[in-house]
């Protein structure tokens, strides 16, 4: 607040006073008695350390056979990060620290060699699909041999509960497959806490 000539406080005493001049990044609290300025918070002390160490991300690095005409968990066991340790490579999920808002984003690339009649990605909570993106489904003859799909969903998660990909693909014939192509992350999952 610029201000010009002093402020008038009253203090614990009570008694009024001219209020000490603040210098640079500092701010006005009110201290035990009185008013008193004190440092500036910085970003980072305002974000909380859960919000900062909650986020991981990870990867799908060799093709996965799935089921035709149904739903498969992604078997993801490679991380790009996992800041906090909530990733769980062993079971291919993310194990939420704390409850709060998740945003959670992911793709999944199909590929066959010869026909995807249709296809979705999707993600699930403690097994239960809570958020489906992208689809894909022929009109006609009108087949593709590759295909990404990817969604993105902000979820409200309780702490211990479980986030993890999955895929559907239904072929022609033969055995649909999720994409492992590891340098580019086709097949991946990211979740970040935002807030608790």
């Not at 201000?3 to 001049?21: C, E, F, M, Q, Y």
């Not at 033969?174 to 991946?188: E, H, I, L, M």
């Amino acid at each position: 607040m610029p201000t010009r000539g002093d402020i008038v406080v009253a203090n614990s005493v009570p008694a009024w006073s001219a209020l000490a001049k603040g210098t640079q990044n500092k701010i006005l609290s009110m201290g035990a008695n009185d008013p008193a300025w004190i440092d500036a918070p910085t970003l980072a002390s305002l974000i909380s350390t859960q919000i900062r160490n909650s986020m991981a991300s990870a990867y799908l690095n060799a093709d996965q056979n799935l089921s035709d005409a149904g739903w498969s968990k992604i078997n993801m066991a490679h991380e790009n990060f996992d800041i906090g340790g909530n990733y769980d490579v062993s079971n291919y999920r993310y194990v939420a620290p704390v409850t709060g808002y998740y945003q959670v984003s992911w793709s999944v690339g199909f590929n066959y060699a010869t026909h995807i009649k249709t296809a979705s990605a999707a993600i699930y909570v403690n097994g239960a699909l809570v958020g489906q993106g992208g689809q894909y489904q022929v009109a006609g003859t009108a087949y593709l041999p590759y295909i990404i799909l990817s969604g993105s969903r902000l979820l409200y998660v309780v702490s211990g509960q479980y986030i993890e990909l999955y895929g559907y693909c239904d072929v022609d014939s033969g055995t649909p497959t999720a994409d492992g192509d590891s340098p580019f992350n086709t097949t991946t999952m990211t979740v970040f806490l935002v807030s608790t």
